[in-house]
T-cell receptor, first 111, second 113 residues
Framework: GQNIDQPTEMTATEGAIVQINCTYQ??????LFWYQQHAGEAPTFLSY????GLEEKGRFSSFLSRSKGYSYLLLKELQMKDSASYLC????????????FGKGTRLSVIA | DTEVTQTPKHLVMGMTNKKSLKCEQH?????MYWYKQKAKKPPELMFV???????INESVPSRFSPECPNSSLLNLHLHALQPEDSALYLC????????????FGPGTRLTVL
């Protein structure tokens, strides 16, 4: 079966740094994706990792360790608008195969 | 243009109605997807189209019928739905090849009475 785990909820302070972890056990791996979803809205693509290491994109960074089945999304200089759900998703096979989503982490940014 | 559009934004229908959801993208993506999302749950894949051909059907009931008239359009035809089918229906598209991030449309909020 496919298993993707991430914390259900997290709270962090405006201006701080927060790390959202994701562990996965899937039959096959061809990339890990992070999406942001505000309540009532569609997911927005944030980043992806195919190879081990850190990918940086402005205030957002994503890290992958394939041997450990582990990824994290790092958000720096938190803003109130970063309050949202963050979805970790794995593509198991090459090509146009669907993503397997984790249940998402609801992040609340407080003043 | 990195936008996926969906119409309508909201739809209320009875269990005997027939309606269609529409999705459009002009990014040249040749893979398009339908997802269903219930509140506080992750998206669940329904269908995948690749080069206008249905490549994946995740055991979706026949009351949902997808159609891909051309490389830019994706429809979802609805007939005899149940109240439990009420959800946010999301369309997404991605380029073929590796690794291809999916771009989501804003979704259609469907309520079945």
């Amino acid at each position: 079966g496919q298993n993707i785990d991430q914390p259900t909820e997290m709270t962090a302070t405006e201006g701080a740094i927060v790390q959202i972890n994701c562990t996965y056990q899937t039959s096959g791996f061809n990339g890990l994706f992070w999406y942001q979803q505000h309540a009532g809205e569609a997911p927005t693509f944030l980043s992806y990792n195919v190879l081990d290491g850190l990918e940086e994109k402005g205030r957002f960074s994503s890290f992958l360790s394939r041997s450990k089945g582990y990824s994290y999304l790092l958000l720096k200089e938190l803003q109130m608008k970063d309050s949202a759900s963050y979805l970790c998703a794995v593509r198991r096979l090459a090509g146009n195969t669907p993503l397997v989503f984790g249940k998402g982490t609801r992040l609340s940014v407080i003043a | 243009d990195t936008e996926v559009t969906q119409t309508p934004k909201h739809l209320v229908m009875g269990m005997t109605n027939k309606k269609s959801l529409k999705c459009e993208q002009h990014m040249g993506h040749r893979a398009m997807y339908w997802y269903k999302q219930k509140a506080k749950k992750p998206p669940e894949l329904m269908f995948v189209y690749s080069y206008e051909k249905l490549s994946i059907n995740e055991s979706v009931p026949s009351r949902f019928s997808p159609e891909c008239p051309n490389s830019s359009l994706l429809n979802l035809h609805l007939h005899a739905l149940q109240p439990e089918d009420s959800a946010l229906y999301l369309c997404a598209s991605s380029r073929t090849g590796e690794p291809g991030a999916q771009y989501f449309g804003p979704g259609t909020r469907l309520t079945v009475l």
